[in-house]
């Protein structure tokens, strides 16, 4: 996670000369520059997703990661669906809706594992740290 935090950090602070790079054009740089700040943004979020989600499936529990995941990256293609074709709005949009899907998508996970342990604990089958009951 702390890989995702500083390439973030170098990401925003460093988007225009990162992107200078690549083209010449200076109206992709700048279409470009706000994008990557917001990708910036949403690598942490990610991150976190990636390792919560990783611990669930060695638990067992390959849905909840699955379903937040989907259901997170779908809500996320809707805002940005919805901002570019309704509202016109640009790249920097796009990956803003990302942004707001990302933090979504983790908490989504957390709900669905403490539904999952509490039916467990209600049943009787805990699951243990090797996922056998």
């Not at 890989?3 to 988007?15: E, K, N, P, Q, S």
């Not at 067992?60 to 995941?69: C, I, K, L, Q, V």
């Not at 074709?85 to 899907?101: P, S």
Request: proline share 3%.
């Amino acid at each position: 996670m702390l890989w995702m935090v500083v390439a973030g950090t170098v990401y925003f602070l460093l988007a225009r000369q990162i992107l200078g790079v690549f083209p010449d054009d200076a109206t992709v740089i700048d279409h470009g520059d706000g994008a990557l700040m917001a990708l910036a943004l949403t690598l942490p979020a990610w991150a976190c997703q990636s390792v919560y989600g990783g611990a669930l499936r060695a638990l067992g529990d390959a849905r909840s990661p699955m379903r937040t995941n989907i259901a997170a990256m779908w809500l996320g293609v809707g805002i940005a669906w919805l901002g570019i074709r309704v509202f016109d709005v640009g790249l920097t949009f796009a990956w803003t809706a990302m942004l707001v899907a990302s933090p979504f998508m983790v908490l989504t996970a957390q709900i669905f594992r403490r539904r999952l342990h509490q039916a467990e604990f209600a049943a009787g089958t805990e699951t243990s740290v090797a996922g056998k009951g």
